[in-house]
């Protein structure tokens, strides 16, 4: 990069930029309808406990799925974690704990749990243990990611 270029805001961390036992936690994000509508019209999860508001089943009225809480968190922990630094989503594994409903705000804390460099391309695979939070500061599920990010010297 050119001397005189302004560093890019917005970028995530390189795996170099990060230790195991490092700490993060999100902004919060309230699921609104128009999300739970748009995810299950998306997704085809035509459950009559996601589209009809009427419905009261043993999870009480309108949550949403753990799908859509999770891929509303992985995006807001890609804008400030890894957004251009992110090459590949290995693994995840979820474990919905409770939960989530239409107005709810989420947020996430996120410890890093191991980088291991690869042996070529300047990357590395990262770990994380993720915990959603609602508003009310209980744990509504936790999943573990494995990510592949760049180095600070790769393209």
Do not use: K
């Not at 890019?8 to 919060?28: I, K, M």
């Not at 460099?117 to 599920?141: F, H, I, K, W, Y």
Request: glycine share 10%.
């Amino acid at each position: 990069m050119p001397q005189d270029t302004p560093p890019l805001l917005g970028l995530g961390f390189t795996w170099q930029q990060l230790a195991v036992g490092q700490r993060f936690r999100s902004f919060g994000r309230t699921v609104t309808e128009h999300d739970l509508m748009g995810f299950v019209a998306l997704t085809g999860m035509q459950e009559p406990l996601f589209v009809d508001a009427t419905q009261a089943g043993a999870l009480g009225a309108r949550p949403v799925p753990g799908a859509l809480t999770h891929a509303l968190i992985e995006g807001l922990l890609l804008q400030g974690m890894c957004h251009g630094t992110g090459l590949a989503l290995l693994e995840t594994h979820i474990r919905p704990l409770a939960p989530v409903r239409v107005g709810d705000t989420i947020r996430a804390e996120v410890e890093v749990t191991a980088i291991r460099p690869t042996s070529t391309g300047g990357r590395a695979v990262v770990a994380s243990a993720v915990r959603v939070l609602n508003q009310r500061d209980e744990p509504v599920m936790d999943y573990d990611v494995t990510r592949l990010l760049r180095g600070e010297d790769t393209p």
